[in-house]
C-alpha cells in the first residue's frame, strides 16, 4: 500500500469519525434549543438573543468536542468552570435587580425570598422528620429555586448518576476545579486521609441543624456566600461569619487548589459532597479500572481531583465511592484502562457504550441546572459591555 492509499484510508476514517460524532450530537443540538429556552418561544431582544446564540453553540461545541476526542474530562472541565464563573454573574445580578441587594435581612427570611441552595439538603431531613419544618426561609413551590423544585432536581440527579452532581451540576464545584487547574506542578500536597474531614463535618452539621432547627453550615461556615447572597452585616456576630465565610472561600476554592492542582473545597470540606457520596452506591453508573490493562503506573491516584482513588481502590478496580465521575482518570490513563461502566456488565466491555449512556443523561442535566443561568450570565456580561451597566 503505498502513501497515497493510506492517506485516503487515514481520511475516510476522519470522515466516518466525523459523522458519527455529529450523528451522537443530535440529540443534544435538539434537546438544548428546549432547555435553553425553558420551554417557550426563543428570544425576541436583539442583545439577549445574542447571548442564547453564543450558549448555545458553546454548549453544543463542548458536547461534540467531548464526543470526537472521546477526551470527557478535558471539555466538560470548560464546560463546568465558565458555567460557574456564568452562574455566579447572574445569581448575584439576579438578586440584585429583584431585591437590590446581594444581602439578605429579616425581611428577606419572612417573605420567603432566599433561594433554595442543594446544600441544605443534608440539614433538613433530621428537622423535616421530627418537627415537619422546613428549616430554611425560602418559598416551598414557588419563585425561583423554589425548596420543591430543587429537591426534585436533587433526587433526580441523585438517582441518574449519584455524586456526578459534583462535577457535572453543581455551580460552586466549577470554581474550585477551575482554581485547581491553574498551576501546572503542584506546590503542595495533602493526604488523602483528610477526605474523611468532609464526612465528619456531614455529621456534625446535620446533628447541629437538627439540635439548634437552624441550618448551621449556611449560617456558619459556607464559603459560597462569597459569590452568592450573605447576610447584611448590622452586628459583631454577622461580621464574624462574614469574615469565616470569606476567608474559608480564599483558602479552600482558591488558594488550596491552585497550590495542590485538587479540588480541596470538594474533595476534603464539603458535607454535601460527603452526602452526594452515599448515592454512588444506588446509581448505576462507576468508573472502573481494568486490571488486565492496567500498567500500574498510578497516574489515575495522583491525577484525581477529588481524592477519590487510592492504591487499595486501584487494586480493587475501581473508584472510591466519592468518585465525582469528573472523566480526568479515563482521559490521563496511558494503557486506557479506566473507563465509565454501568453496574452488572463486565469489565471492559463495550466501554464507549457505557461512556454515552453516562454522557447523555450527564450532561442534559447539566444543562437543566445551568443552561438558562449561562445564557443570563452572558447576556448581562454582554448589557455591561454594551451599556456599562448590567441592568
Same mark, same amino acid.
Given at each position: 500500500m503505498n502513501n497515497l492509499e493510506s492517506k485516503k484510508i487515514s481520511e475516510a476514517s476522519k470522515g466516518k469519525k466525523f459523522a458519527k460524532s455529529v450523528a451522537a450530537?443530535?440529540?443534544?443540538?435538539?434537546?438544548?434549543?428546549?432547555?435553553?429556552?425553558?420551554?417557550?418561544?426563543?428570544?425576541?431582544?436583539?442583545?439577549?438573543?445574542?447571548?442564547?446564540?453564543? %450558549?448555545?453553540? =458553546?454548549? #453544543?461545541?463542548?458536547? &461534540?468536542?467531548?464526543?470526537? +476526542?472521546?477526551?470527557?474530562?478535558?471539555?466538560?472541565?470548560?464546560?463546568?468552570?465558565?458555567?460557574?464563573?456564568?452562574?455566579?454573574?447572574?445569581?448575584?445580578?439576579?438578586?440584585?435587580?429583584?431585591? %437590590?441587594?446581594? =444581602?439578605? #435581612?429579616?425581611?428577606? &427570611?419572612?417573605?420567603?425570598? +432566599?433561594?433554595?441552595?442543594?446544600?441544605?439538603?443534608?440539614?433538613i431531613i433530621i428537622p423535616a422528620a421530627l418537627t415537619k419544618t422546613i428549616i430554611f426561609p425560602g418559598s416551598l413551590l414557588t419563585g425561583f429555586a423554589s425548596i420543591a423544585s430543587m429537591i426534585v432536581i436533587w433526587l433526580g440527579a441523585s438517582i441518574a448518576f449519584g455524586r456526578g452532581w459534583c462535577s457535572w451540576a453543581c455551580f460552586y464545584g466549577g470554581l474550585d476545579e477551575g482554581c485547581s487547574s491553574l498551576c501546572k506542578k503542584p506546590k503542595l500536597e495533602i493526604n488523602r486521609k483528610w477526605a474523611y474531614l468532609s464526612f465528619a463535618i456531614l455529621i456534625s452539621i446535620v446533628l447541629l441543624s437538627a439540635a439548634t432547627l437552624a441550618p448551621v453550615y449556611c449560617d456558619w461556615l459556607c464559603p459560597f456566600k462569597a459569590v452568592t447572597e450573605a447576610e447584611q452585616i448590622t452586628s459583631s456576630i454577622v461580621l464574624i461569619k462574614t469574615i469565616v465565610f470569606y476567608s474559608l472561600f480564599l483558602i479552600l476554592v482558591i488558594i488550596l487548589p491552585i497550590l495542590t492542582g485538587k479540588r480541596t473545597q470538594c474533595g476534603l470540606f464539603c458535607p454535601f459532597g460527603a452526602f452526594q457520596s452515599f448515592s454512588n452506591k444506588i446509581n448505576i453508573f462507576e468508573i472502573r479500572i481494568d486490571k488486565n490493562k492496567c500498567l500500574n503506573c498510578k497516574k489515575c491516584v495522583r491525577e484525581c481531583p477529588t481524592y477519590s482513588i487510592d492504591?487499595?481502590?486501584?487494586?480493587?478496580?475501581?473508584?472510591?465511592?466519592?468518585?465525582?465521575?469528573?472523566?480526568?482518570?479515563?482521559?490521563?490513563?496511558?494503557?486506557?484502562?479506566?473507563?465509565?461502566?454501568?453496574?452488572?456488565?463486565?469489565?471492559?466491555?463495550?466501554?464507549?457504550?457505557?461512556?454515552?449512556?453516562?454522557?447523555?443523561?450527564?450532561?442534559?442535566f447539566a444543562l437543566t441546572i445551568g443552561g438558562g443561568a449561562m445564557i443570563k450570565g452572558v447576556y448581562r456580561l454582554l448589557k455591561l459591555i454594551t451599556t456599562g451597566s448590567f441592568f
Open positions: 450530537c443530535i440529540p443534544i443540538l435538539l434537546l438544548s434549543i428546549v432547555l435553553l429556552s425553558g420551554g417557550s418561544s426563543l428570544p425576541k431582544e436583539p442583545l439577549m438573543k445574542i447571548s442564547f446564540s453564543i %450558549g448555545y453553540v =458553546f454548549i #453544543n461545541v463542548i458536547f &461534540f468536542l467531548m464526543v470526537y +476526542t472521546k477526551k470527557t474530562y478535558k471539555y466538560r472541565k470548560i464546560f463546568f468552570v465558565i458555567y460557574a464563573l456564568l452562574f455566579a454573574v447572574s445569581f448575584m445580578t439576579n438578586l440584585i435587580e429583584v431585591r %437590590g441587594s446581594i =444581602f439578605y #435581612n429579616e425581611s428577606t &427570611f419572612i417573605n420567603g425570598e +432566599t433561594p433554595f441552595c442543594h446544600m441544605v439538603i443534608p440539614m492504591e487499595n481502590s486501584l487494586a480493587n478496580g475501581k473508584a472510591l465511592m466519592t468518585c465525582t465521575k469528573c472523566g480526568k482518570c479515563i482521559d490521563t490513563c496511558p494503557a486506557s484502562a479506566v473507563s465509565y461502566h454501568i453496574k452488572g456488565t463486565k469489565i471492559g466491555v463495550k466501554t464507549n457504550l457505557s461512556r454515552y449512556l453516562f454522557l447523555y443523561p450527564a450532561y442534559i
